[in-house]
């Protein structure tokens, strides 16, 4: 029979002569096509549709994985989410301190002319920079004096916990890094790791700096908030510890 007329269309603008169209079938479910053409006249035999027909099911069956691991990740990203919203609530932060630090961050990313890689890594590490604290008690988060050794210790091992839980998203795997050395210390004084200088990655240095400026801003069970101008001069002050 002859081929309709969007076929001859298609077959005459790459030059071709001869077309198969596959279906992508996986889990009784079209998932895509797929495009066999021939630049000469040609007649597809039967093992050449029989290859064409297992190249299409594996095709389709990588797509559905691909589909159902985007799922995931985004189903995994949203109890994430969720559970950011709990710690900023038991560390008593504002709503809206995450996302107060992605601006400055990614604000001091744009201006270092980050990649839009970068700047996304950097956004996502931002807002999700504290989620290992779900794993520090709430009375050692509020508290009002100053943290026991052994408090101190316990606190200290959030960035690891962050980290790991992150490691589950592949999409989020260039945050991990981020979010476990936000806490380091350009003089080695930080943790968990006991970084020393350009051994802490660049973004994790930026977000550090925006945790500190936007912490200062807000009133903690300990101290009052600081004006802008205030927690400015004390970043400069502190520059380089």
Known sequence: ADAPESTRKLLERFGHEALLVHPLRSADQTVGVLFVTWREEHVFTDEERELIGILAGVGASTMRSIRLYRELDEAYLSTVSTLMSTIVARDHYREDHQRKIAADAVAVGERLKMSEHELRDLRYASLFHSLGKIGVPAAILSKAGPLTPEE?????????????????????????????????????????DALVADQIPLTARILAVAIAFESMLAERPYRPARREDQALAEIKGFAGS
């Open 152 to 192: 101190k210790k316990i606190m200290q091992e959030h960035p690891l916990l962050g980290a790991r839980i992150l490691e589950s998203i592949r999409f989020l795997r260039g945050v991990v890094p981020i979010v476990r050395h936000a806490y380091e210390r350009w003089d080695g004084t930080g943790y968990p």
